[in-house]
């Protein structure tokens, strides 16, 4: 069953005024929409919501042409750029505005959490404040009193419940406004970027209640953040927006990827010449990368295949005991581990060395990865011990789980149980 229904859905802003900004521009958008009965004029002009470049026209679509389906019980990631319209698609659902087109067709009550403080008045407590907006959400004052004890248990802001709430911090207000639209046990919740003022462990108390909203009763959720581990962790389907338009709508892990690959700049070239802007620039460079290179013709590789790097490197001074270090990232920027080399070389000043770099079988889940490289010396007693680090130098894409093995590990694609594929033996006793 579909519990919230996108119809074309779009939204024009006019910079830096509230109306068209003249009697006569007033005078004519009146005329045209409510004597003749013809579309708004001004509507023809707007253009796309690119924040970081500047237009001919001061209107701008903050959205345009929404059309998407959730279905009921679903939990919808809403990510995308500052300024992409998340925020503004959560108030037209929410009622806060209207659309300019389109329309919005929701299957029961809906609760929502927009900005930090939104229905709370600073003047009055917490347990006021409680019952004033649990009314502005629908709650019944039997519902709220009822609830009171969860909700304040929830919050964790119990010992502040008879203060003024002018006198909270912006995670107490958090807190204490999730609380409410929590337990207002809606058909849809609504969860704009407002956990990331709480600390952490209100944010995975937050994000286990949405978990239980939303699959242990049935309830949607709509949840727009920046944190994609949040994303990943909790959403099934993922809806990524660019300048107000949508980009893609699906499984939450291809909607991630795409949201982070566009946002990373990820180059998938099979060779790179390190330069400057990828250099830690407080090295002694004593020895420094050329150029890092996939031995394949690619960067794509399966779970179970040795990834293997032909290395080029120059020494200013000659150094003993050299080493090459390969630390492997999510695209999230999540470490996930450091590779050593296992052997040591040496390399005379002014002499280049091509080296073979090989990670056996280092068992990533299908993905895309970013891998930096340092090179120093083996010797950690020497004080200076990495004399050049390039990050994100190159990047590898799994496509596959196992290049030798089928089945089990195909569940490995969404992330959902983690990035590392580790094998395991078992081994029956007597007893």
């Not at 404040?129 to 909700?151: P, Q, V, W």
């Not at 250099?279 to 031995?295: G, M, P, Q």
């Not at 080493?323 to 280049?352: H, K, M, P, V």
């Not at 068992?363 to 990865?369: E, N, P, S």
Request: charged share 25%.
């Amino acid at each position: 069953m579909t519990a919230i229904e996108f119809n074309n859905i779009s939204k024009i802003y006019r910079l830096g005024l509230v109306s068209t900004g003249t009697l006569a521009h007033d005078l004519k958008r009146w005329w045209t929409m409510n004597i003749r009965g013809k579309e708004d004029p001004y509507l023809t002009i707007g253009e796309t919501n690119d924040r970081s470049t500047k237009g001919e026209s001061d209107y701008v679509w903050a959205l345009r042409d929404i059309d998407f389906k959730v279905e009921q019980g679903d939990v919808v990631g809403i990510i995308g750029k500052n300024g992409a319209g998340k925020s503004t698609l959560l108030k037209i659902l929410s009622r806060v505005t209207a659309p300019t087109t389109g329309t919005i067709r929701a299957r029961g009550r809906i609760g929502s959490l927009l900005e930090v403080g939104t229905g709370f008045h600073p003047e009055m407590t917490g347990r006021e404040n409680i019952y004033l907006n649990g009314a502005i959400l629908g709650m019944t004052k039997e519902e709220i009193s009822r609830k009171l004890d969860e909700i304040v248990d929830f919050s964790g802001c119990e010992r502040y419940l008879d203060t003024p709430v002018k006198r909270y911090s912006s995670g107490m207000m958090v807190r204490l406004g999730f609380a409410v639209a929590a337990h207002l046990d809606p058909e849809i919740l609504v969860v704009d970027e407002v956990l990331a003022v709480g600390d952490a462990e209100f944010q995975k108390k937050a994000i286990g209640k949405m978990q239980d909203v939303s699959r242990g009763e049935g309830r949607t959720v709509l949840f727009v953040s920046h944190n994609m581990n949040s994303i990943r962790a909790l959403c099934r389907h993922g809806l990524l927006l660019e300048n107000g338009r949508i980009k893609t709508y699906g499984e939450i892990a291809d909607v991630v990827d795409a949201y982070l690959n566009s946002n990373q700049n990820i180059s998938h070239s099979a060779r790179t010449i390190i330069t400057p802007n990828l250099r830690d620039n407080n090295r002694s460079l004593k020895v420094k990368f050329l150029s890092i290179e996939h031995t394949k013709c690619d960067d794509v590789y399966a779970s179970d295949e040795d990834i293997v790097f032909d290395i080029v490197i120059e020494a200013e001074k000659a150094v003993e005991q050299c080493r090459i270090n390969c630390t492997i990232r999510t695209i999230e920027g999540l470490s996930l581990c450091n590779n050593s080399s296992s052997s040591y070389f040496d390399i005379s000043a002014g002499c280049r060395k091509k080296l073979r770099y090989t990670l056996n079988n280092p068992g990533l889940a299908v993905g895309t990865y970013r891998l930096s490289f340092s090179v120093g010396i083996g010797n950690m007693e020497s004080g200076e011990t990495n004399f050049d680090v390039v990050t994100d130098a190159i990047s590898v894409e799994i496509d596959k789980p196992m290049k030798n093995r089928n089945s089990y590990y195909v569940k490995w694609d969404t992330h959902n149980w983690g990035y590392i594929l580790l094998h395991n033996t078992i081994e029956e006793l007597p007893l």
